[in-house]
């Protein structure tokens, strides 16, 4: 199976400040078609995840642009520009490109 | 408005089993992929399995804790998705959350296994 690993574990942030999430696979996530399915989840306090983000970089529907998907291959990143109080929760990268599907262990932001 | 909404959870013995549901409205339920992940007590996500629409022959693909004991049916005349649990573990305590191509997500249902 591959091995979703996210960095930090933890997150304090500044309400305000940036911050940045890092997922590496232990395979290239590049299907057959050219995409890399790499999926970016939040999931708050006591809610169901909601994705935010998919094949690397495309914002789900109504996702403020605060939220910045990036990379490739095995290295990938989530920044979001400037953390609000509703951004609060752990956040969980996902690859969609080989079966099993698998998650990253997750990273909880939290305000600092 | 998507909604989607599980039931069946409960409290079962090791061994025993749970039928879970995954009933969807405000979508074309018999295109829709379905996937259940669970989540054990203050742990992250798990893929459960997923099964297809019956266009795309309906087949069923599950993670490997799980293959040969739990298996997923589908009854697009209820817009509806069947989880079958058998042989359950302690390791399949959590909430159990159906989702449709991860873009829609039902609020869970929670399992517990224990003696």
């Known amino acids: 199976d591959v091995v979703m690993t996210q960095s930090p574990l933890s997150l304090p942030v500044t309400l305000g400040q940036p911050a940045s999430i890092s997922c590496r696979s232990s395979q290239s996530l590049v299907y057959t078609d050219g995409y890399s399915y790499l999926n970016w989840f939040l999931q708050r306090p006591g809610q169901s995840p909601r994705r935010l983000i998919k094949?690397?970089?495309d914002r789900d529907s109504g996702v403020p642009d605060r939220f910045r998907g990036s990379g490739s291959g095995t290295d990938f990143t989530l920044n979001i520009t400037r953390v609000e109080a509703e951004d609060i929760g752990v956040y969980y990268c996902?690859?969609?490109?080989?079966?099993?599907?698998?998650f990253g262990g997750g990273t909880k932001v939290e305000i600092k | 408005e998507v909604q989607l909404v599980e039931s069946g959870g409960g409290f079962v013995k090791p061994g025993g089993s749970l039928r879970l549901s995954c009933v969807a409205s405000g979508i074309i339920f018999p295109k829709a992929w379905v996937s259940w992940v669970r989540q054990a007590p203050a742990k992250g996500l798990e893929l459960v399995g997923r099964i297809k629409p019956n266009s795309d022959g309906g087949t069923t693909d599950f993670a490997t804790p799980v293959k040969g004991r739990f298996i997923m049916s589908r009854d697009d005349s209820r817009d509806t998705v069947y989880l079958q649990m058998n042989r359950l573990k302690i390791e399949d305590t959590g909430v159990y959350y159906c989702?449709?191509?991860?873009?829609?997500w039902g609020q869970g249902t929670l399992v517990t296994v224990s003696s």
């Open positions: 989702t449709t191509n991860y873009d829609y």
């Open positions: 094949k690397v970089s």
């Open positions: 996902m690859q969609g490109t080989h079966w099993p599907l698998t």
